[in-house]
């Protein structure tokens, strides 16, 4: 399984390539690499929905952060594997990350401004 | 101060000498030098990923609103969402979505390898898994409005209903895309070279489902 | 009379500034709104940050125009594209002096930040002391404070002297605790007191702005907003709502009306006096009040007529102006109207007018409504001209008259 | 951003415009009269066509047209306040009027007038034949006209205007205090033109980024190129915002939901937010296109490159970034926090930064220059002086202390004509005076011209100067009348004054191009670069052949046609090596393969408003509409794979001559544009066909 980047980067010095350049299929993972992301997000929705059931341990004030994390693990997964981040062209990441960062960035401040600031 | 005089960027000798051939001799007609895209990567999936991220701030909006209305009843102290929430319901739909964006993937890998039958296999269980969260969904509705859980009750339900609707309503078109991508697939007209109009699907549907990922820890598990 | 200076008001060095603005507002002789007579603590704050940035931003425009202008002579050639002059030595770029404008304007801009922040603390910090009034003979420590609703097209004050009324007790802004004051339209404040303003809305968001006091605060629905205002000297000072509000958004206004301490608790005794019930039966004032009876009092409160079985008005903001002392005010109809004429007679003119039909004189959404809609703002009543000069009288009968004097100052056009 | 690897050259797999020549056999028409048309004259060709030129002119006399309706709708205001206790207009009227006039300038008019420039120039000073997906740019502009009319409809069938103002403000703009249909035409309306925005941002990013000419490196691209792509960056992540809030405000309006109504609780700030979240972004929306225009214009006519690219960019991407930070400047007394305010206030100040270094590089691009004042330039250089004036009364608003004083008056009001009009208006219209020539292939007639601005910029300092004393002198706005009394009457009639000649400077501009028209026969045509300009568009004939570039130039710097034309001799000094009649194109290419125009994109746009007064007055109405925009989509898909040519891949037709504006009817072939299935909220699943045939 490889994961080599994009032919682009190797386009840099400008040097005109040829076809199989252009549109570079790029190796992607096996069948299997998916299916093992898959039952790690498998795994880890089974933790989250663990923490809704289970009332022997006490998360306190972890149930929050450990609940992101584990978000942000499941986002980054199906971003970077299943949509190729990972693999693709960083032109895309860029302007998905872009908006998402400012989505956070905005509506953080916004709803501050309601509860903390006001 | 040091002022630069020069042209910028090239060196003057480089530009003389590019200066275009006189027209009519050095391009005849149809001699059009084509050129491909300045970047490289096709132009669908670079819209599909701009759109994604302006769809961020869509989906960030109404979560934000949610947020920010989750507990309020209204004035006649009517039910919100968080009272009748069906966890376990909700968490095998939202898994039954994180499977999809598996098949989904796999239908993708499976067109690329030319695997044409595969791929419409993997297309129908993506679009089937996609209509068992959908039908969740409804069934979700219903129970809570049975329960006294109306989109006109308060803040707090009128923006769950925003909110998971607007997924609901982007997860049902990603359903119609898949389906046509299937129906294309059956006619034999979805093969090995049109992956990238899979690709580009793929990326919807794997959108919609991360935010979903999202929706569920944040709405749904993360206590109020 | 522009930059009319209080004897509080401290000199500052903008002559320049003073003269310039002299020049533009040429004949604005009595800009009764006009931003730059600031007659409080807070509105000199504001200035005093506001006018030397208009100063930096005055030489900065000087600068790029004057630049343009010289650069326009100097440089220019004729426009038809034959010239055939030697180009211009091709300059691209000069890195140390774009980043030296770059750090220009951002060490000015640091500077004015500065400024505003120590300005901003200030306006937003309060320092209220208590004052004492005297309140049906008893003596009572009031901190000043008045809680200001808006709603289409008017403003309440309420005063709750009695007792320390302060946002977390005020509930939702349709059901207030009861007040010992109610006014509309003029909000009576004791000169030197920093006076706390608490300011919501019953029904859109407006804002509350009096400008030589200080600056604007919205009145939002649902929220309490936090404010202050306090006056130098005696006076009235005009206001304006000026957040858009529909319809009559133009026509609500308001006075801040500054007295002294002694003044104050003058019209503090006023206002806590119960207005008296006409008696005689055959008198216009007994007439009015049974006309009010019938006509009005399912909207406006009379303190000794309605007060018992009054329970908001029949409005969308489920309010309409208390008058149990209408007659002790000196403008009705949301500022727009005076209650008396310069010679001290009542208005009858333009009070018979507004019960006539209030949609005549200030635009409003009260008739022709459809099934079920509440008006906003005040109905056509359908009284006959002698009910109208009954319910008149009537209204003359209710709280004490301002003196002569504060009827000329409140005088409105 | 590092995206700045040269062009690859080779076979392409994507984009329409590399195409096989040849003439492909007629193909069937399945669909009868929507057969995909094959371009012809006179009007049916506009409404069909995918050239990005036509889209770019039809956006541009769409928003002149809109020009004169928000213009008349300002007149009426003048003449309401001019003076006190005025009489021309109710206050409901009025209440409509001016909330109709600031949509319609800021959506109606400012936006697609940009939206022209973008339309027409990205691809010309990229050196590409088209925008990324030509059938997506019909679309936007027909959503967008379709959307417009559909606002403005509501005088008609919606009971008047919306009347809450522009930014709308909830509770007021709920239906117990504004029961008319205006404000729903408003919601549905500014939703349906957000739709165009959003499909011509992210078409207009992609074009940018993937169609530039060989050599065309990112930091190659004029000024002009750079402040309208970051100008759809902010679109594309403003819109969205906006988005939501409309949608919800419809469904409070529509369906009774409680998003915006404090009686259930609701907090009537949300709104607030997320308005100006768009809102501020979208106030350098308007003015970056300007600041592009000027920094074209005044470069050409000051004889000099542009002083300081690399800083007008920087500042360009400065400005688009700090936009997000600074929403809550428009709410400062409006019951948010004290620290928001101080966080705010601090951020919006600091934006004065990058403005400056723009104002600041175009002084010095003049400086020691050799400056023709053409129309053109006298704009730019009026838009520099007075976005300067709006620009420092905005940092005066920043000063969060003086806004509580500052804000809701007509000190306000003058700020933001200063920079929508004095920067906005301003700059695009030297933009119009400066490319008309290519455009049209006529010049405009420069006294007449000047006539045009120097009546414009009198009278637009007339109108709005004085706005700034009866702001600070205390005149609130969005007030039908006021009264004798507070010293406003003076001023309010110079303004008034002001606008009317601003009025007769538009009929100047009206008559100029009418009259420039009628003369242009008799004159020398205007030759492939008339100023002596310094971008690539200037290397074609004017007005642009149908195809754009003959043969796609290879650029080697920036300002590449000026290089094209001058060089420098072993002392520095500038030598003319090339005339630009040698060094442009002649537009005699034959060959070059277009994409073929669709009916689709007009079904769809005309779908979406039936859907809207569906939504508004009969769902049953919604049925149409969504078939026709079902339709369209499922047709638009299937364009290309019904063809049974479609093996070739792309259509072409051959450009049998070098008009630009019409192919013969004769060179048809059905052959489909690649398929472009950028925008999938619409649903449209993606067509299979770029990069091999159907079949
Ligand atoms: C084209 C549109 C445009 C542009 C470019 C701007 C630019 C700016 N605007 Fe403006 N603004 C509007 C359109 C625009 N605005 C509109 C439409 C409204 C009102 C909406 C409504 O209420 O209806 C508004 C309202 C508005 C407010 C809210 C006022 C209120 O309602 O209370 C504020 C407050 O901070 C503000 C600030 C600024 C600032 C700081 C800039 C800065 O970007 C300006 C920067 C430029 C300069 C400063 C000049 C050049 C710089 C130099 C020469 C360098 C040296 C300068 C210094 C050292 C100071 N604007
Ligand atoms: C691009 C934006 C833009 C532009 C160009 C303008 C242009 C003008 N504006 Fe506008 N304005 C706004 C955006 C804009 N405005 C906004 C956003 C608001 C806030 C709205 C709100 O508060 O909600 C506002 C508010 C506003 C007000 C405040 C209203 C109030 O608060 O009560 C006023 C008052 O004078 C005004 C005046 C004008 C005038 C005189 C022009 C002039 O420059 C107009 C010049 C144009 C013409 C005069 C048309 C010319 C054509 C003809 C005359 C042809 C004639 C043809 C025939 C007779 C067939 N505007
Ligand atoms: Cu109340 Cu405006
Ligand atoms: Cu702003």
Known sequence: MSTTTSAHEAAADGAPEDAAHEHPEHEHPSDWAYVKIALILAVITAVEVFTYFETVLDWGSFLIPSLLIMMVIKFWLVATWFMHLKFDNPIFSKMFVGGLLLAVGVYVAALAAFEFWA | ??????????????????????????????????????????????????????????????????????????????????????????????????????????????????????????????????????????????????????????????AFYALTGFHGVHVSLGIVMLMSLFVASWQGKLRQEHSETVEVVGLYWHFVDVVWIFIFTVIYLVPA | MLFRSGPRRRRRPEGLILGLALLLTGCAADAELDTFQDQSETARQINDLAIPVFIVAGVVLVLVCGAILWMSIKNRVPADDDYEGEFPTQISHNNRLEIGWTLGPFVIMVVIAVATLVTHLAINSTEANAIEVEVDGQFETWEPRVVVVGQQWWWEYRYYLTEDVTTDDLGDPWNLPEADIVTAGQMVIPTGEEVELIITSRDVIHSHWIPALNGKKDAVPGLYTPWKIEADEPGVYFGQCTEFCGLSHSRMRMQAVAVTRSDFQDWIHAQMTSATMPTDENSAEYRGMQVFSNFCASCHLVNGLNDGDYNGAETVSGSAPDLTHFASRTTFGGGLFNTYNSDGSLNDDDLAAWIRNPNDVKENYADDLPEGALPRGMPDMGLSERQIDDVIAFLATLGPRPTHAQILATEVE | MTITEPTIEGPKTEGPLELESGREAIAERPLGVLTRPQGGRGWRDWLSTVDHKKIGIMYGVSAMVFFVVGGIEALLIRLQLAVPNGGVLSADVYNQVFTMHGVTMVFLFIMPLAAAFANYLIPLQIGARDVAFPRLNALSYWVWLSGAIFLNSSWIVGGGGADCGWFCYSPNSGVTFSPSHGVDFYAIGLLIAGIASLVSAINLIVTCLNMRAPGMDLFRMPVMTWMLLITQFLLLFALPVITVALFLLMFDRLFDASFFNPDMGADPLLWQHLFWIFGHPEVYIIILPAFGVVSEVIPTFSRKP?????????????????????????????????????????????????TGVKVLNWLATMWGGQIRFTTAMLFAVGTVAMFTIGGLSGVTHALAPADTQQTDTYYIVAHFHYVIFGGGVLGLMGGLYYWWPKIFGFMLNERRGKVNFWLMLIGFNLTFGPMHILGLQGMSRRIDTYSSGFGFEFWNMVATIGSFIIAVSVLVLFHNIWKSKREAADLPPPGPDPWDARS????????????????????????????????????????????AEEAAQDGSAKGVHLPAPSFWPLVLAVGLPLIGYGLIFNLWLCVPGGLLVGMGIFAWALEPVDDPDATHDHDGHDDDDDDHDDDGPDDAELAAAPAAPGDSTAGAPAAPGDKQGGE
Request: aromatic fraction near 12%; hydrophobic fraction near 45%; proline fraction near 6%.
């Open chain 2, 1 to 158: 101060m040091t002022t630069e005089t020069s042209a910028p960027a090239t060196s003057d000798a480089d530009t003389t000498v590019a200066a275009p051939a006189t027209p009519g001799d050095s391009n005849a007609p149809g001699e059009d030098t084509a050129h491909g895209p300045s970047t490289g990567i096709s132009n669908t999936k670079l819209a599909m990923w701009l759109f994604l991220g302006s769809e961020c701030l869509l989906f960030g909006g109404l979560i934000s609103t949610y947020l920010l209305y989750k507990t309020r009843r209204g004035p006649d102290n009517l039910a919100i969402p968080t009272d009748v929430f069906d966890i376990p319901f909700t968490s095998i739909s939202s898994f039954v979505l994180l499977m999809s964006s598996l098949t989904m993937v796999l239908a993708l890998a499976a067109l690329t390898r030319g695997d044409n039958h595969g791929a419409r296999v993997w297309l129908l269980a993506t679009s089937m898994l996609g209509g068992v969260f959908i039908g969740g969904q409804v069934y979700e509705f219903t129970s809570f409005l049975r329960e006294g859980v109306g989109f006109t009750n308060n803040p707090a339900s009128s």
């Open chain 4, 306 to 354: 542009i002083f300081g690219y690399t800083f007008m960019v920087f500042s360009g991407i400065a400005i688009g970034f700090m936009g997000w930070g600074v929403w809550a400047h428009h709410m400062f007394v409006s019951g948010i926090g004290p620290i928001s305010v101080a966080a705010f206030s601090l951020s919006t100040m600091f934006i004065a930064v990058p």
């Open chain 4, 536 to 579: 690539l568009e200037w290397m074609v004939p004017s007005p642009v052949p149908e195809h754009n570039f003959d043969e796609v130039p290879t650029v080697e710097s920036l300002d590449e046609w000026w290089h094209r034309k001058y060089s420098f001799d072993d002392n520095g000094k500038v030598v003319q090596i090339a005339t």
